[in-house]
């Protein structure tokens, strides 16, 4: 388990370990072998909390979660049987008054590589209201525990509807992507975006709200599981040249006011093997579970396609097959 896991949370074929700082390290096991693309020891610059919040754009995230105050219990939802892990923890120290946290991580037979994390974060005294953002599914990878050449030798997966950008792409080390699921500029508060990368440029939101980052050893993917449309991001990030973080933001509407509590988006974590496509096969699997249909794809689907965009107006086949 290691020194630093203070928590260890087990089910199906997932370990989820957390440490003081709620720092979360998941392994998945296969055969008898645990494995994990988790980073083991970030920076403490970089090192983040599974949820926290962020104020203004201030970090709330020094939350301490008292080991002998865990909950475990067996439950039954949508998602079928399983277990739901309870952990409630404080930060005394970021923010005027201290804010308290009450972490949900539920792991289900159906699902046994996947983790459904839940957060509630309350402030009681007397101060200011503040805005808010909450974040969940916080997790830095590093590519090198699973063979690769450096900590961002990964691809990633993006499933939001930016306009003129592939959704597969290389994580190279100085990578970001936001992956902002809202409408741009003033429509929703969401403002301008500066950084997009070379040939973006910014759309009108959608898409599906995942990403999925791997190697050919083992891949992580993180998304919402709320059956209706949600405005968030999930940025991917390479921090200069090191691990490489994914998280979901919820960017809300309201105040973090004294005595009312905010919430996380109902966040999946989930391992896999091999690339995106079995993330989104888990995460279609659940989302059905909420009742949410999926037509069936036509068989043209599947077929190889070609984009003739950059050839113009006027081209030959042959210029295409070449």
Not at 129 to 157: F, K, N, Q, T
Not at 179 to 189: I, M, W
Not at 215 to 222: D, E, K, R
Not at 270 to 293: I, K, P, Q, W
Request: with cysteine; hydrophobic share 35%; net charge negative.
């Amino acid at each position: 388990m290691g020194k630093s896991s203070l928590l260890h949370l087990t089910g199906g074929r997932l370990s989820i370990h957390l440490d003081e700082n709620s720092y979360c390290r998941v392994e998945r096991r296969k055969a008898e072998k645990w494995e994990s693309i988790c980073h083991k020891d970030p920076p403490l610059d970089i090192k983040r909390p599974v949820s926290y919040l962020l104020l203004d754009g201030r970090p709330i995230a020094d939350f301490r979660f008292p080991q002998e105050e865990m909950q475990q219990e067996a439950i039954r939802s949508e998602f079928g049987s399983g277990f739901r892990y309870t952990l409630a923890g404080t930060d005394r120290n970021s923010f005027e008054v201290p804010v308290s946290q009450l972490l949900t991580v539920e792991i289900y037979d159906r699902f046994p590589d996947a983790a459904v994390i839940r957060s509630r974060f309350l402030a009681e005294g007397e101060f200011a209201p503040v805005s808010c953002e909450v974040v969940s599914g916080s997790i830095l990878l590093d590519a090198r525990r699973m063979g690769g050449r450096s900590p961002s030798d990964l691809w990633a997966y993006h499933g939001s509807a930016e306009l003129r950008e592939h959704c597969l792409q290389a994580v190279t080390p100085d990578f970001y992507k936001r992956n902002y699921l809202g409408v741009l500029e003033s429509f929703d508060g969401g403002g301008p975006q500066p950084r997009y990368r070379l040939g973006s440029q910014p759309g009108f939101g959608g898409g599906i709200p995942l990403v999925a980052v791997w190697n050919p050893g083992l891949g992580t993917a993180i998304a919402h599981l709320e059956p209706s449309y949600r405005r968030c991001s999930l940025p991917v990030r390479a921090h200069r040249g090191g691990p490489v973080s994914i998280e979901l933001v919820r960017h809300c509407r309201e105040m973090l006011e004294p005595g009312r509590p905010v919430h996380s988006l109902e966040t999946v974590l989930h391992l896999h093997e091999g690339d995106f496509f079995n993330a989104l096969s888990n995460y279609r699997e659940m989302m059905r579970c909420r009742s949410v249909t999926f037509s069936a794809s036509a068989e043209a689907a599947y077929e190889p396609q070609w984009d003739t965009w950059g050839l113009g107006e006027n081209f030959r086949p042959e210029e295409v097959l070449e």
